[in-house]
């Protein structure tokens, strides 16, 4: 075992190194392997990238908020006129997602540096009737919708004669109607051209090389088949119980109503002040019969841009006294959650920092968040629960309650784990001075994760 003391260079990066049998290691790889491959066929799939930097994107008709949501979300400034189309490339820009786990780890530790979670938020131009034939620069916009990974889907609740609205009147649930057809309309198109395909290149079966080749593809023609029926039927994707292998086909064709959804009703800033809220209750009503399980969120953006711009303090306080205040820390994660995002975090003097996962991630992926090198060199992972750390104060204190875990390659990563790892040692990623005697890193593992 390499000793690495508390303060030093890659304490902060809570990785403990032991040397281990690589063998073991191998042959443990190809029974768990064996395992996920028996289960895969009735386990619940999930739908999205597998991946740890997944973005929302902002969607929905024009003039409804958009980009000044996204400009109080992210603080930065986008153009957010009065007319149509304002927006035409997206946007984009990451928040970090408010916790405070994280805030209590850094007034504990009081680390060096302090890395949050975030989330990258884009700010999509506006969805017109008839966009998935191609009106209003459709094409373009509704492939800015496939390169997301989630929508907040604003819908437009304010009356406002200045700001005018392309359909002519204010209705929200003809504009959620409008959306959702035409993303529905989109993924059928996509659907039709993949069935196509595949039926075309079943009279050609008989050029596959290996029977293997012909199962494969027929097995891949019905799970397509049965996509589409489901859409078919007025559903959307993300409505359905796939197994892992739907799922992972489903994954292929980035469909656009696979995507989860968090409706953000945007209200006059005095119904949300007055609680009137007189456009809400319709919404909800809408979103609970078609979209039961999605999540709704009113708040009034024009307020928002105030309390971010032009309050002070005081102003501010004055309204948390009255039980208002920003909505934004809830949209941002509604947006992490419907990702099904989590993170863990790392502490130490020199950072503490959160760690993005998606849920259901085990030890060995979770080390591989902090550098791919920790994924293969992965022995075991030492684990606080983070409400043992708050209530007890300290690790040693953990220790001396016996809630101090060592957890292996099975262990499933849940949410707000305070973590440190074991993983061998002559990892490529690191090497020993040969005076100092201190580990240094050819690829530091604080490199964000889109770069794994």
Request: aromatic share 6%; proline share 5%; with cysteine.
């Amino acid at each position: 075992m390499i000793g690495i003391p508390k303060g030093s260079l890659c304490s902060h990066h809570a990785v403990r190194f032991f040397s281990t049998s690589t063998a073991a290691l191998a042959k443990a790889t190809r029974r768990s392997g064996r395992a996920d491959a028996a289960v895969s066929a009735t386990e619940k799939g999930i739908l999205g990238r597998p991946s740890n930097n997944l973005k929302v994107g902002i969607v929905g008709m024009p003039n409804i908020g958009k980009s000044s949501l996204f400009n109080t979300l992210t603080s930065s400034s986008v153009p957010a006129e009065n007319y149509p189309f304002c927006t035409i490339d997206p946007s984009e820009a990451r928040v970090a997602v408010p916790d405070a786990r994280f805030d209590w780890l850094c007034k504990t530790y009081q680390p060096k540096k302090q890395t949050p979670a975030h989330l990258t938020v884009v700010d999509i131009a506006g969805l017109v009737r008839g966009a998935a034939q191609g009106a209003g620069l459709g094409n373009a916009f509704l492939s800015n919708v496939a390169s997301v990974d989630a929508i907040y889907h604003l819908v437009r609740g304010f009356e406002n004669d200045d700001v005018t609205h392309v359909e002519d009147t204010v209705d929200p649930i003809r504009d959620l109607e409008i959306i959702a057809e035409e993303l529905r309309l989109k993924d059928e198109e996509m659907l039709e051209r993949q069935v196509a395909e595949l039926a075309r290149q079943t009279k050609f079966a008989d050029r596959a090389k290996t029977a293997k080749e012909r199962l494969v593809r027929e097995r891949g023609d019905r799970k397509l088949e049965k996509v589409a029926n489901f859409m078919a039927q007025g559903n959307d994707v993300r409505k359905g119980e796939w197994t892992v292998p739907e799922a992972n086909v489903i994954n292929t064709l980035h469909l656009l109503t696979a995507k989860p959804m968090v409706y953000l009703c945007n209200i006059g800033e005095d119904d949300y002040l007055d609680e009137r809220r007189c456009r809400i209750p319709e919404i909800q009503a809408w979103v609970k019969n078609n979209n039961p399980s999605d999540l709704v969120i009113p708040l009034s953006v024009a307020f928002e841009t105030k309390l971010l711009n032009d309050m002070s303090p005081e102003e501010v306080a004055d309204f948390t006294e009255l039980g208002i205040s920003s909505q934004l820390p809830n949209v941002i994660l509604a947006g992490y959650k419907a990702l099904r995002l989590i993170h863990y975090f790392t502490a130490g003097p020199e950072e503490v920092r959160a760690w993005t996962l998606r849920e259901g991630t085990k030890a060995p992926q979770a080390a591989g968040v902090i550098h791919t090198d920790f994924e293969r060199g992965f022995i075991a992972a030492e684990v606080m629960k983070y409400a043992d750390l708050q209530e007890l104060g300290n690790e040693a204190q953990v220790r001396a309650a016996g809630k101090y875990l060592a957890k292996g390659k099975d262990y499933t990563v849940e949410d707000g784990d305070v973590m440190y790892y074991k993983v061998k040692k002559n990892l490529s990623c690191v090497s020993l001075h040969p005076k100092t005697k201190t580990l240094h890193y050819s690829s530091p593992p604080s490199v964000s994760s889109s770069s794994r």
